[in-house]
């Protein structure tokens, strides 16, 4: 079983910068970020392999977000810079067992962080 607790989300102008983090019990072996609007699908937004280190970034964030784990703290972050108004949903970590398929399928995702909310302003 593993758990996971976000925090750091909050208010900031476009162009602003947040950093998530999600403080994870047990060592999946991959992690990721999503991020969800109302009304729409959880959308993926990065991922970590824990073994290689390996990241994966939706075209949306790439350049402007970069995900990290620390592995002696155990725990996920999302740096997130030159963040726009589109930025703002409700984002969840989430982990899993790897065994192939879409990184950003959130179906295989078996543990989800309670989410936190982010909201870019103009």
């Known amino acids: 079983e593993v758990t996971l607790v976000e925090s750091g989300g909050g208010s900031v102008q476009a162009g602003g910068s947040l950093r998530l983090s999600c403080a994870a019990s047990?060592?999946?072996?991959?992690m990721a970020w999503f991020r969800q609007t109302p009304g729409k699908e959880r959308e993926g937004v990065a991922f970590i392999y824990r073994t290689t280190g390996g990241t994966l970034y939706a075209d949306s964030v790439k350049g402007r977000f970069t995900t990290s784990l620390d592995n002696a703290k155990n725990t996920l972050y999302l740096q997130m810079n030159s963040l726009t108004v589109e930025d703002t949903a409700v984002y969840y970590c989430?982990?899993?067992?790897?065994?192939?398929?879409?990184?950003?399928?959130?179906?295989?995702?078996?543990?989800w962080g309670q989410g936190t909310q982010v909201t870019v302003s103009s």
């Open positions: 047990g060592y999946p072996d991959a």
């Open positions: 989430a982990a899993r067992e790897w065994n192939g398929g879409r990184w950003s399928n959130a179906d295989a995702y078996n543990y």
